[in-house]
């Protein structure tokens, strides 16, 4: 998510954030290490009965739920509470919820900006004229995710556009909602994994003493294991899954002017593959977007930012000043960003949790059971790298967050072994970049979500039949799954295992 320099720099930071909160002051609780882990456990259970249970996909409601989660285990705190308080404080400031809160806002905007600028009619002519349809549109999808995915470095920025752009396309066209959706997380998926610009991919490498190149060139042979069969599954089961164009036929008309916008993404695409960071991509496909829209009249100064008053005056006259019922402020910018602040408080409340949860012993108490009790062999130690990564991402549901997290556990029980930090980075960063996009209360399928609900969203423009409950695409995030299942199986079998001694990893690079 940032340019050479700036990325070094944010890492480092980071790393050294989670290095502090090991070393910080410890929380005492009532019941022992093992109590820290009550606010992330009650906050998991919850999102389970709303979302899994109820089908309630509503992210505010998951905000509720881990309020209730951090209070709650204040009461098994010991002492005054102090320190349990600045504990929640000093979580919510790191910077990896930063992180990801800034690229939700710039991709919102730049996705919103876009979609009033007639990019989803001008994809659904698209389609039209080269034969993509309702079957073929969720295999198409997944490609194009992941190529944007892979070229900006961002699955969670990735989920906010193609939840905007390409998901209404495919809906209108007649794909499913759901495959739709899913596939759009598969795309993250496979580019949050893959990419050398990615948060997760330099993380990984960097805290396992690996260098950026050498750790990618050595996890494509494993997403394309998983991505080939992905598509394949998405062609199939978007045929099954296909059904009528909600609306009729009228609902297959599109325009090919919006599809200059297609510059605007390749901007940003181009800009982020030179080393640039990624709001700085981001911006000028923005800037690009929004000169597109006023010069080619696919929208008004006002479809962009409104200012609006409630009666006519002479600043009326003024470009992007309209007269409404009520006074206020509008347009795609304002709704790209403001779609993702119930999203933006859960993640600084699940970032709150983890901390008190490393503060209290909890995370260390489960990587000494794992250590001491599970992994025997090399074999075991694999599959205890794959597993944990598993555990600690669905109660850290911030991908970054929860690599940087596990990842001292890994590159403890990899050295033990002898396992090369090659082959330790690409298990730590497989996990956490697909489980990352299949949990409910994930970070990257509820910036998806939030794109799809908040204000100029597609259930907004188009109604409840764009609408998703985020625990009905489990099953379908195939790549996700399947990216799981080949380091299951290579931890099983040893395809791809090096050691230590096999090859050295060139000076650690963080570019």
């Given amino acids: 998510m940032a340019g050479p320099d700036d990325r070094d720099t944010g890492v480092d930071e980071e790393l050294r954030e989670a290095e502090e909160a090991m070393e910080g002051p410890q929380i005492e609780f009532y019941g022992g290490v093992w109590a820290s882990t009550i606010p992330l456990v009650l906050f998991i259970l919850w999102a389970i009965f709303q979302s899994g249970i109820l089908g309630i996909g509503q992210t505010s409601g998951l905000v509720v739920g881990a309020l209730i989660a951090t209070i709650a285990g204040m009461f098994f705190a010991k002492g ?8 929640i404080f000093e979580g919510m400031t790191q910077r990896v919820a930063a992180t990801a809160i800034v690229a939700w806002l710039w991709a919102g905007m730049f996705a919103n900006t876009m979609q009033v600028g007639q990019f989803v009619d ?17 295999a198409a999808t997944f490609v194009l ?27 209108l066209l007649g794909a499913n909602p759901v495959l739709m959706f899913a596939a759009i997380l598969s795309g993250a998926v496979f580019g949050d994994n893959l990419a050398p610009v990615s948060d997760t991919t330099i993380v990984s490498a960097v805290t396992q003493d690996s260098d950026i190149g050498g750790v990618v060139a050595s996890r494509f042979k494993y997403a394309i294991l998983a991505a080939v069969p992905s598509f394949a599954l998405y062609l199939v089961v978007g045929g099954m899954m296909a059904g009528a164009p909600p609306g009729g036929q009228a609902a297959l008309e599109g325009t090919a002017p919006g599809l200059i ?15 640039r960071h990624i709001v700085e991509a981001i911006s000028w496909g923005l800037i690009a977007a929004i000169v ?79 250590l001491d009790k599970v992994a025997t062999s090399v074999r075991s130690a694999e599959l205890t790298m794959v597993f944990s990564t598993a555990i600690v991402n669905a ?11 596990i990842s001292p556990y890994i590159a403890r029980i990899g050295e033990k072994f002898n396992i090369n930090g090659y082959r330790r980075a690409n298990i730590l960063d497989a996990n956490t970049s697909a489980l990352g996009y299949i949990f409910p209360w994930g970070g990257g399928i509820l910036a998806g979500y939030g ?24 099953p379908y995030v195939f790549h996700g799954w399947l990216l799981l299942a080949v380091f299951i199986l290579a931890a099983i079998t040893g395809f791809g295992r090096e050691y230590i001694s096999d090859r050295r990893s060139e000076e650690v690079s963080r570019v």
């Fill in 80 to 87: 005054n509470w102090k320190t349990y308080a600045n504990t």
């Fill in 122 to 138: 001008g994809l659904i002519w698209a389609a039209d004229a080269i034969g993509v349809n309702a079957a073929t549109f969720p």
């Fill in 145 to 171: 995710a992941a190529v944007l995915a892979t070229g900006i470095g961002t699955g969670y920025g990735t989920a906010v556009a193609f939840v905007t752009l390409f998901f209404p396309a495919g809906v």
């Fill in 261 to 275: 916008h297609l510059i605007s993404m390749g901007i940003v695409i181009v800009t982020a593959i030179r080393g």
């Fill in 292 to 370: 597109f829209n006023l010069v080619f009249g696919l929208s008004s100064v006002a479809d962009i930012v409104a200012l609006q008053v409630t009666e006519e005056s002479a600043w009326t006259a003024i470009p992007g000043v309209v007269v409404a019922d009520t006074a206020g402020v509008g347009g795609s910018l304002l709704n790209g960003a403001v779609g993702f602040f119930p999203l933006i408080v859960l993640t600084l409340l699940i970032v709150a949790m983890a901390r008190i949860m490393i503060q209290g012993g909890g995370f260390e108490a489960i990587q000494d059971v794992l």
């Fill in 395 to 405: 109660m850290i549901t911030i991908n970054t967050a929860a690599e940087i997290a």
């Fill in 451 to 474: 794109a799809m609900t908040g204000p100029g969203s597609p259930v907004d423009q188009f109604g409840n039949v764009m609408l998703v409950n985020p625990a009905d695409v489990i």
